[in-house]
């Protein structure tokens, strides 16, 4: 096992996070800058990731900050590490990683993510379009379970 | 009737504040009718026809490249050129002047604010013909490095391409200084006036350049049109770079005869309903009510400065004195992607990013900015709006 390997498996182990329960938390929030705040303290649950998974070659692009996205497969798996230099944007790669940490292939693929990010309730620019890095996010982690 | 009343996009829009205007203004209704005037009364081709409606849009269509000429103090009508908007002007310009006046060895000289638009089309064709490509270095501010200028100058350029005003920090270039001692050098000079045009009094006779660019949709008038000022000294460097018809004297198996310019840059049809739109457009800025609100604005754009260093964790950028409205900051240690959510989610139109001016960027040791744009329609309570959605942002961040 290379030390990334572990370090992302490390990560993917370490994540505590429930799309249901990410759901009914934001579904609490009446306002929007408390659905933000909501949004900041979920990504404050992610581990840090230390300089050598901040490579370049692990950038996601097609974002406006910085973001890295790191996967593997362990036993049918699959093993997220992922994080941001912009808190809103840290929040969302929690959201998403909620929702694919740790799952099958089948779990992956048969997952509504447009269904659950319109659960969230969340506005046009925070959901996943093509002008946010968060819809590259999502593609990489499909095209990984296909 | 207040100014913004002409514009529909606010009632249509009553939420949202609309600082961006570098990017694109909002549209006047007397532009909007005078484009659907056009195609509701008068659609017919120029130049083409010898029917009444077409020989009228002919007449109309020439006023207009007249009434052009006046808005910039241009000598001759025939020394406007329509284009598609600045970029396509630039982008003729390396091909129509560019192929065949830049030689190995030669230089061009650009400004390091530039937006891509005047780098990239330079850098290009400086790299496909063995030209060097410089850049003139840019002061904390974002003003040029003058004696870095003059350096460079010792070269003899062949080209210097500049900006009238920054895109992505405001600033009021020096360009009468910088055309004056390019043209002791005999450099061909071109100036970059996107965002010069809807501010600021534009005299290309004064300015002594040889090109002058700017597109109609940045000074109140619709896309897809931009005007290219030729001077009459350099027209016989230029080759056309498109082919087809209205530009041609006669054509026989065996040879071409060209007609001169402006028909030689116009083949086919030309962006008609836009060039009404943009006659509107220089009416409505050469009105009382215009000419009025632009002094507003410049105290508009003081109160927007000083309510933003009123902010701690506010850094600003640019000369915030020589300025067409443009405030471009950054929030410290916060992410742009940050703020500019936070903002769009509270209904604030502004832009962020490193607005096509990378290398400019990167001389202000910066990813990107934020930048907020005055507008003629632009008032207190949009500015209120904006600090206080920034402020309400700043502390959801902390």
Known sequence: ?146 | MSIKQQFPFFSNNPDIVYLDSAATTQKPNSVIEAITQFYTHSNANAHRGNYTTANEVTTKYEAIRNKVAHFIHAPSPQDIIWTKGTTDAINLLAKAWGDHNINPGDYIVVLGSEHHANFVPWQQLAKAKQANFKTVNILPDGSPDLEHYELLLRSNPKLVAIQHCSNALGNIQPVHHLLSLARDTGATTLVDGAQAIAHIPVNVSDLGCDFYVFSAHKMYGPMGLGVLYISNKVKQNIQPYQFGGEMIERVSIEETLFRPIPALLETGTQNISAIFGLSAAIDFIESSIFQYALKNKTQLFQYLIDELKKINEVQLFGNTEKNIGVASFKVLEESTADVSALLSEQNIAIRTGHHCAMPLMQALKVDGTHRVSLGIYNDKTDVDRFISALKSAIELLN
């Not at chain 1, 993917?12 to 609490?28: H, W």
């Not at chain 1, 009446?30 to 659905?35: A, F, G, K, Q, T």
């Not at chain 1, 969340?122 to 499909?142: A, D, E």
Request: glycine share 4%.
């Open chain 1, 1 to 146: 096992m290379t030390d990334l390997t572990a370090q992302i498996s490390n990560f993917s182990q370490t994540l505590e996070l429930c799309s249901k329960e990410i759901l009914v938390q934001l579904a609490q929030q009446s306002s929007w800058d408390s659905r933000y705040r909501t949004i900041m303290l979920l990504g404050k649950k992610l581990p840090n990731l230390n300089q050598e998974m901040k490579s370049d070659s692990a950038l996601v692009q097609g974002c406006e900050s910085n973001v890295w996205l790191h996967f593997q497969w362990h036993n049918n798996h699959l093993q997220l590490a992922a994080s941001s230099d912009a808190k809103i944007v840290k929040g969302l790669i929690a959201i998403v990683l909620a929702a694919y940490n740790n799952k099958t292939r089948e779990e992956i693929l048969s997952f509504d993510i447009e269904g659950y990010f319109q659960q969230l309730q969340l506005s046009k620019n925070l959901s996943p379009s093509r002008t946010n890095g968060l819809f590259s996010i999502v593609k990489t982690i499909q095209a990984a379970a296909r």
